[in-house]
C-alpha cells in the first residue's frame, strides 16, 4: 500500500503549503491560503475576522463574503495551477478567466488588491430573503392571472391586441431570455461571491418574466386555439422587422466577453435602455386597444428592474470610491454601448407609432440621470 509521503500530490502541497500535521515534518497544512498566518482562529468565520475584528458577523456577511475560492489571486489554484481552477496551467478555462476577468481592466486594479471582497449588496438578499420577497410578487401577479380567468378577460380582447400579442409580446421571451444568460454570464466570471449573487438572482427574476410572458400568451392560446398563439414566436423573433435591430444588439452583448464591457454593455445601456421600452413604453399600445392587464404585469417587472439598477450603481460607484482612474476606462465603453442600445429600439418605432420619439426623449432623459448619479 502507498504510503501517503509517497503520493507525488502530498509532496507537492507540502512543499508548498507545508504537512498535514504539524511536528517535525513542518508547519500545520492549511487548505485555504487564506488562513496562513493564523496563530489562533478566534471565530468561526476566519476571514471575516479580518475584517471586522471580533465583532459578530450579519447573516449576509455570513453566507456572502469571499466564499468563491476562484475569484481570489492568493488562493491555492493561483499558486499551483497559475489560475482560478484545479485544471492545470494550460486548460482553456483558467485562460478563459484569466484573460476576460482577471485581467479586464475594469476588473484588474481591485482584482490584484483583494478589494471586490467588500462590495455588499444594498439590499443585502440571501437566498431565504430573496424567495420571501420574490413570493410576494408571484402571489400578485398570480392574483391578475386568475382575475384574468375568472372574468373571461381574454374573451373581450379585440383582434388589435391579439395581433400584438402574438407579434410582439409573445417574441418578447426571446429578449428576457437573453437577460437571463447574461446574468449568468455574469454570476459566473464575477470577481466575488457578493457580486456573483447579485447576478444569480438577476437572473432568476428575468427567467420569472420569460416564465410569465410564456404563461400569459398560453392563456390566450386556450382562449383563441386557432390563431396559433405560441407556434412560431421563434421565427418572428428571428424574421420580424420589430425584433432584428434589437436582436444583433443582444447578440453582440452576448459575445462580449470581457467582464468589465460586458458589466457596462449590460447593466448601464442596453438592460437600462429596453426594459424602460419594454415594462413602461411597450404598455402604451395595448392600453390605448383596451387592455390594461399588461400594465399591471408589468409594474411587477419593473420593481425588479429599479433593484437591478440600483445594485449596479452602488457597484460600479464601490469601484470608483477604490480606484477613481476606472471612471476613464469604462467612458468609451459606455459611449459605444449606450447609441447600441437605443439603436436596439429601432425596430419598435412601428409599434408605438407616433408616440415612439417621445418615447426615445424620456428614455435618454431618464439614462443621462442614471449615468449622472455613478458620476458618469
Same mark, same amino acid.
Do not use: C
Given at each position: ?8 500530490? /502530498? ?26 498566518? #493564523? ?29 468563491? #475560492?476562484?475569484? !481570489?489571486?492568493?488562493?491555492?489554484? #493561483?499558486? #499551483? ?19 476576460? *476577468? ?15 471582497? !467588500?462590495?455588499?449588496?444594498? $439590499? ?40 400584438? $400579442? ?18 449568468? /454570464? ?22 420569472? *418574466?420569460?416564465? *410569465? ?135 419598435? *418605432? ?27
Amino acid at each position: 500500500m502507498t504510503r501517503l509521503e509517497d503520493l507525488e500530490w /502530498y509532496k507537492r502541497y507540502k512543499q508548498m503549503f507545508g504537512a498535514f500535521k504539524s511536528g517535525p515534518e513542518g508547519d500545520p497544512f492549511f487548505r485555504d491560503y487564506e488562513y496562513r498566518g #493564523y496563530k489562533k482562529v478566534w471565530s468561526t468565520w476566519p476571514m471575516l475576522e479580518k475584517k471586522l475584528g471580533r465583532k459578530k458577523p450579519s447573516e449576509y456577511q455570513v453566507v456572502t463574503y469571499a466564499l468563491s #475560492y476562484w475569484a !481570489d489571486p492568493r488562493s491555492p489554484t #493561483y499558486i #499551483y495551477d497559475k489560475g482560478p481552477f484545479e485544471l492545470g496551467t494550460e486548460h482553456i478555462t483558467q485562460k478563459w478567466y484569466k484573460h476576460f *476577468r482577471d485581467n479586464s481592466p475594469f476588473i484588474k486594479p481591485l482584482f490584484e488588491r483583494g478589494e471586490w471582497h !467588500d462590495y455588499e449588496d444594498p $439590499y443585502k438578499l440571501t437566498y431565504w430573503t430573496y424567495n420571501s420577497m420574490a413570493d410576494d410578487n408571484e402571489t400578485f401577479l398570480d392574483k391578475i392571472y386568475e382575475e384574468i380567468v375568472n372574468t373571461k378577460y381574454d374573451w373581450n380582447l379585440n383582434e388589435e391586441v391579439l395581433e400584438l $400579442y402574438k407579434n410582439v409580446y409573445d417574441p418578447l421571451r426571446y429578449v428576457f431570455h437573453i437577460m437571463q444568460m447574461e446574468s449568468m /454570464y455574469l454570476a459566473t466570471m464575477a470577481p466575488t461571491s457578493s457580486i456573483a449573487n447579485v447576478f444569480i438572482f438577476m437572473g432568476m427574476d428575468h427567467l420569472r *418574466r420569460v416564465q *410569465r410572458i410564456s404563461q400569459r400568451v398560453k392563456m390566450l392560446d386556450i382562449v383563441y386555439p386557432s390563431l396559433g398563439f405560441g407556434k412560431e414566436t421563434r421565427k418572428v423573433f428571428e424574421e420580424s422587422p420589430i425584433f432584428q435591430p434589437t436582436r444583433e444588439v443582444l447578440e453582440k452583448m452576448l459575445v462580449t466577453y470581457d467582464v468589465g464591457e460586458a458589466l457596462v454593455a449590460f447593466n448601464l445601456a442596453v438592460k437600462f435602455v429596453l426594459d424602460e421600452l419594454i415594462l413602461q413604453h411597450l404598455t402604451q399600445p395595448f392600453s390605448k386597444l383596451g387592455d390594461e392587464m399588461i400594465k399591471h404585469i408589468h409594474l411587477s417587472f419593473y420593481n425588479d428592474t429599479l433593484r437591478h439598477r440600483h445594485q449596479a450603481q452602488e457597484l460600479f460607484k464601490y469601484a470608483f470610491s477604490k480606484e477613481p482612474s476606472l471612471k476613464d476606462v469604462i467612458k468609451p465603453w459606455v459611449k459605444d454601448w449606450q447609441e447600441m442600445g437605443f439603436k436596439a429600439t429601432e425596430g419598435f *418605432r412601428d409599434v408605438l407609432k407616433g408616440e415612439y420619439d417621445n418615447a426615445i426623449r424620456q428614455i435618454r432623459k431618464a439614462h443621462s440621470e442614471y449615468l449622472g448619479g455613478i458620476g458618469l
